[in-house]
């Protein structure tokens, strides 16, 4: 029997949870752990752990692009009556509504707020690239390179409250 032919449900034949939650997704490699520490006695800045750091949001790109390129393909068609409607108007949505809307725009949110961390650490870890520029950038640099991040994951929790 085909995976997607339709079948009478019993509880035996439904799939493994390893099976429903499969992916084929790569898992980003955790960064490494940077140390240059001055055990608390003064703050410092580690330029290549900067670059490290927005190197490994980088590698998040590539991940949750693939996960809104397949969320995007959704189409749930459980049958033709009462029940199986309400569930396709809940799940496929019409427009911007919808599970499936609501997910989109969250992982929308996300990738753009990753990315925005990103660009962000770069123009700070540009700005540290001499000894004299280290101490010149303030705290409020590095609070302005994150305000657009913050709006964005802002959106998060507003995209996903409807579902």
């Given at each position: ?5 339709p079948q009478q ?9 390893e ?5 084929s997704m790569?898992v980003?490699?955790a ?14 800045v580690?330029?290549?752990a900067m670059?490290n ?7 998040l ?10 969320l995007?393909?959704v189409d749930?068609?459980?049958g ?8 396709r108007s ?5 427009g911007?509504?919808?599970?499936k809307?609501s997910?989109?725009a969250?992982?929308d ?5 990753v ?19 280290q101490?010149k950038?303030t ?6 390179q994150m ?5 964005d ?7 996903s409250?409807?579902?």
């Open positions: 029997m085909s995976k997607h032919e449900w019993q509880e035996s034949s439904a799939p493994a949870a099976q429903v939650h499969e992916t790569p980003p490699a960064p490494p752990v940077v140390r240059n520490g001055t055990n608390g006695a003064a703050t410092t580690d330029v290549p670059n750091f927005a190197s490994a949001l980088e590698q790109e590539g991940p949750l692009r693939e996960a809104i390129s397949q995007r393909t749930v068609h459980p033709a009556f009462y029940h199986a409607n309400q569930i809940k799940v496929n949505g019409t911007d509504t919808g599970l809307a997910y989109l969250s992982l949110s996300v990738l753009e707020g990315m925005d961390i990103r660009n962000g650490i770069r123009t700070l870890s540009q700005k540290y690239q001499s000894t004299e520029d101490n950038v705290a409020e640099d590095v609070q302005q305000k657009e991040a913050q709006g994951f802002g959106h998060v929790g507003q995209s409250a409807g579902a």
